[in-house]
């Protein structure tokens, strides 16, 4: 069964850490993988992504802040979130750039594709 999971959120004061890891089973990442968020179900935003070659891009308000990484050996994509601000509220996903065989994909930020369920991150 291919599947992507998204783990590590949860509730936390302002200036907190929150480290967020995305496991994929049934498939290896061989793409790049997105971070997004989503903020009251409905409006998107790319956080980072980290491509096969391990550099990495960052959307402007998260440099700093978010570090993402990638464990080849466990399959996993981390996003190390310090600093966490209010804002920051939101359920986060990833996604890999290129689909795996046999991945089931469903409509999400404006596309169609391969997401796990999310996972909430909570700033207050």
């Known amino acids: 069964d291919v599947q992507l999971v998204e783990s590590g959120g949860g509730s936390v004061q302002p200036g907190g850490s929150l480290r967020l890891s995305c496991t994929g089973s049934g498939f290896i990442f061989v793409s790049a993988v997105e971070w997004f968020r989503q903020v009251d179900g409905h409006t998107c935003e790319l956080v980072s992504r980290i491509n096969p070659d391990g550099t990495t891009y960052y959307t402007d308000s998260f440099k700093g802040r978010f570090t993402i990484s990638q464990d080849n050996a466990k399959n996993t994509v981390f996003l190390q979130m310090d600093n966490l601000k209010p804002e920051d509220t939101a359920v986060y996903y990833c996604?890999?750039?290129?689909?795996?065989?046999?991945?089931?994909?469903?409509?999400?930020?404006?596309?169609?594709?391969?997401w796990g369920q999310g996972t909430q991150v909570t700033v207050s």
């Open positions: 996604t890999p750039k290129d689909t795996p065989a046999g991945a089931r994909m469903r409509p999400m930020c404006g596309g169609f594709g391969f």
